[in-house]
């Protein structure tokens, strides 16, 4: 048996590549878009993928299922657990006007992989059709299971969040409902071996909850005796208080990519490879209102970027401000270095940024004579000074961590406006007022800066943000 782990890091998200390395045969696992990552792994390793499948329609990226479903007609194994309103849509909508090869899967089903065995397991709460896969490994003499693929259900250190549906998506009402389903879904854990290994959907850093561990694999006995979001299983009401209390506000884009993978996606068919543009090009299309997408460095970008540029250095998160400032139906154009556009690429993809209509070298953007007199400069307080000036009385700060971040400690007197829901809250924001902006390392200030500066706002960010606050203890 040959297990793989899958990791993209920028959305703290894991698929699984599961082969039997007897039969030659292998299952991918919630996969992402660009699948030819999980291709040439599996031929690497001598094995064929044969199908593919997923614990739920996810909201953090735009699932690989309906492009395997394209590739090699690849049995597609999907949850039938949600009824018709979180069954895809799309399964009869192959490119050659026949439906996928595909299986609606219930709990209790059973499938196989060579030698190696799934078992479905429903396990509502994160949303209303989420399965988890019992795994047996025959081939190698097991009679029982050795691992539980969780997706969102079971994290290491947390639960999945039941609450993305009314948060994310706009279904009012789902909320506590789903809390309750959790709950119900939990109480399985008790019929599982200690021994049971855990493979989770996400790690740290994922908005799919709030407290998940950067340890990549648990245990069963592990996650019962250590788990916080376990804490209250036999308390149902205060499990559903705790479960939706200081959850982060999750990015916009999760809506948009609920309703595509459940209606579906537009198949790429393969990783698509934006052009270089020459210099005409480029400045033809900037002046057509493109978006420029930087990718430089915070400092060069801070010293000069072109008027309505954001920042987005390949450090960050893309996803997290991309796909909570940009209109995903919107052209786009990368600036930066050859090596890394392949990389911005998936990353745009991934959650569901299509339009890419070329990239642009950063060296050359620099060295362009024809946007003299145009460049750009964003105002800093410097890392040394950040404590010494969120105090005065002419400094409006705006704050944009998560709430739960802002209800620990803040600066007296500051707005606070989450970044990731920042794009539905502008007409709170002055424009006749300078916004200096902070967060907790500077990372989000850094890129709101050039989304609020794109659309005329006054802002000053605040270097190093509460860490350095902290240095001069200016906070409640």
Same mark, same amino acid.
């Given at each position: 048996?040959?297990?793989?782990?899958?990791?993209?890091?920028?959305?703290?998200?894991?698929?699984?590549?599961?082969?039997?390395?007897?039969?030659?045969?292998?299952?991918?696992?919630?996969?992402?878009?660009?699948?030819?990552?999980?291709?040439?792994?599996?031929?690497?390793?001598?094995?064929?993928?044969?199908?593919?499948?997923?614990?739920?329609?996810?909201?953090?990226?735009?699932?690989?299922?309906?492009?395997?479903?394209?590739?090699? =007609? %690849?049995?597609?194994?999907?949850?039938? &657990?949600?009824?018709?309103?979180? !069954? /895809? *849509?799309?399964?009869?909508? $192959?490119? #050659?006007?026949?439906?996928?090869?595909?299986?609606?899967?219930?709990?209790? =089903? %059973?499938?196989?992989?060579?030698?190696? &065995?799934?078992?479905?397991?429903? !396990? /509502? *709460?994160?949303?209303?059709? $989420?399965? #988890?896969?019992?795994?047996?490994?025959?081939?190698?003499?097991?009679?029982?299971?050795?691992?539980?693929?969780?997706?969102?259900?079971?994290?290491?250190?947390?639960?999945?969040?039941?609450?993305?549906?009314?948060?994310?998506?706009?279904?009012?009402?789902?909320?506590?409902?789903?809390?309750?389903?959790?709950?119900?879904?939990?109480?399985?854990?008790?019929?599982?071996?200690?021994?049971?290994?855990?493979?989770?959907?996400?790690?740290?850093?994922?908005?799919?909850?709030?407290?998940?561990?950067?340890?990549?694999?648990?245990?069963?006995?592990?996650?019962?005796?250590?788990?916080?979001?376990?804490?209250?299983?036999?308390?149902?009401?205060?499990?559903?208080?705790?479960?939706?209390?200081?959850?982060?506000?999750?990015?916009?884009?999760?809506?948009?990519?609920?309703?595509?993978?459940?209606?579906?996606?537009?198949?790429?068919?393969?990783?698509?490879?934006?052009?270089?543009?020459?210099?005409?090009?480029?400045?033809?299309?900037?002046?057509?209102?493109?978006?420029?997408?930087?990718?430089?460095?915070?400092?060069?970008?801070?010293?000069?970027?072109?008027?309505?540029?954001?920042?987005?250095?390949?450090?960050?998160?893309?996803?997290?401000?991309?796909?909570?400032?940009?209109?995903?139906?919107?052209?786009?154009?990368?600036?930066?270095?050859?090596?890394?556009?392949?990389?911005?690429?998936?990353?745009?993809?991934?959650?569901?940024?299509?339009?890419?209509?070329?990239?642009?070298?950063?060296?050359?953007?620099?060295?362009?004579?024809?946007?003299?007199?145009?460049?750009?400069?964003?105002?800093?307080?410097?890392?040394?000074?950040?404590?010494?000036?969120?105090?005065?009385?002419?400094?409006?700060?705006?704050?944009?961590?998560?709430?739960?971040?802002?209800?620990?400690?803040?600066?007296?007197?500051?707005?606070?406006?989450?970044?990731?829901?920042?794009?539905?809250?502008?007409?709170?924001?002055?424009?006749?007022?300078?916004?200096?902006?902070?967060?907790?390392?500077?990372?989000?200030?850094?890129?709101?800066?050039?989304?609020?500066?794109?659309?005329?706002?006054?802002?000053?960010?605040?270097?190093?943000?509460?860490?350095?606050?902290?240095?001069?203890?200016?906070?409640?």
């Amino acid at each position: 048996m040959f297990v793989r782990r899958i990791e993209d890091e920028q959305l703290a998200q894991v698929s699984y590549l599961i082969g039997c390395q007897r039969t030659g045969e292998a299952i991918v696992i919630d996969p992402e878009r660009d699948i030819d990552r999980y291709i040439d792994l599996a031929k690497q390793q001598g094995l064929t993928i044969v199908a593919a499948t997923e614990t739920h329609i996810h909201a953090d990226f735009i699932s690989g299922l309906r492009e395997f479903g394209e590739h090699n =007609d %690849t049995l597609l194994l999907v949850s039938g &657990e949600g009824g018709a309103d979180w !069954t /895809p *849509g799309w399964l009869d909508q $192959h490119s #050659s006007g026949s439906s996928y090869n595909h299986r609606l899967i219930m709990d209790g =089903d %059973t499938f196989s992989i060579g030698n190696i &065995e799934f078992k479905v397991v429903h !396990t /509502p *709460g994160h949303t209303p059709e $989420h399965v #988890s896969f019992l795994v047996t490994d025959h081939g190698g003499g097991a009679d029982s299971p050795m691992a539980i693929l969780s997706g969102d259900f079971l994290f290491v250190g947390d639960l999945g969040r039941p609450d993305l549906l009314e948060s994310a998506a706009g279904q009012i009402g789902s909320m506590e409902p789903s809390a309750r389903k959790l709950f119900q879904s939990i109480q399985l854990i008790d019929g599982l071996a200690e021994h049971l290994q855990v493979w989770p959907g996400h790690g740290a850093g994922s908005a799919c909850g709030k407290a998940l561990g950067a340890v990549p694999t648990s245990t069963i006995g592990y996650e019962r005796r250590f788990n916080g979001a376990l804490s209250f299983s036999d308390d149902e009401g205060r499990f559903v208080e705790e479960i939706l209390s200081g959850q982060p506000e999750p990015p916009l884009y999760f809506a948009n990519m609920k309703r595509l993978n459940r209606d579906g996606a537009a198949v790429l068919g393969a990783l698509p490879t934006p052009q270089e543009m020459d210099e005409d090009q480029f400045v033809a299309s900037y002046q057509e209102g493109v978006r420029v997408i930087d990718t430089r460095q915070w400092k060069r970008f801070q010293q000069a970027h072109l008027p309505g540029a954001w920042s987005i250095p390949m450090t960050s998160r893309l996803g997290s401000y991309l796909g909570s400032f940009g209109d995903a139906e919107a052209p786009y154009i990368i600036v930066g270095e050859e090596a890394e556009i392949e990389e911005v690429v998936r990353r745009m993809i991934r959650i569901g940024f299509d339009r890419i209509v070329g990239w642009f070298p950063s060296d050359k953007m620099e060295s362009c004579r024809r946007f003299d007199g145009s460049w750009l400069q964003l105002d800093e307080v410097d890392a040394d000074q950040v404590h010494s000036v969120v105090h005065r009385d002419d400094v409006k700060v705006l704050d944009l961590r998560r709430a739960t971040e802002y209800q620990e400690e803040h600066i007296s007197g500051a707005l606070n406006l989450s970044h990731t829901r920042l794009a539905l809250h502008l007409d709170e924001l002055d424009k006749d007022t300078t916004w200096h902006l902070m967060c907790e390392t500077g990372d989000r200030s850094e890129r709101t800066a050039s989304f609020l500066a794109s659309r005329g706002y006054s802002v000053i960010n605040l270097a190093g943000g509460m860490q350095n606050v902290r240095s001069g203890k200016v906070v409640r």
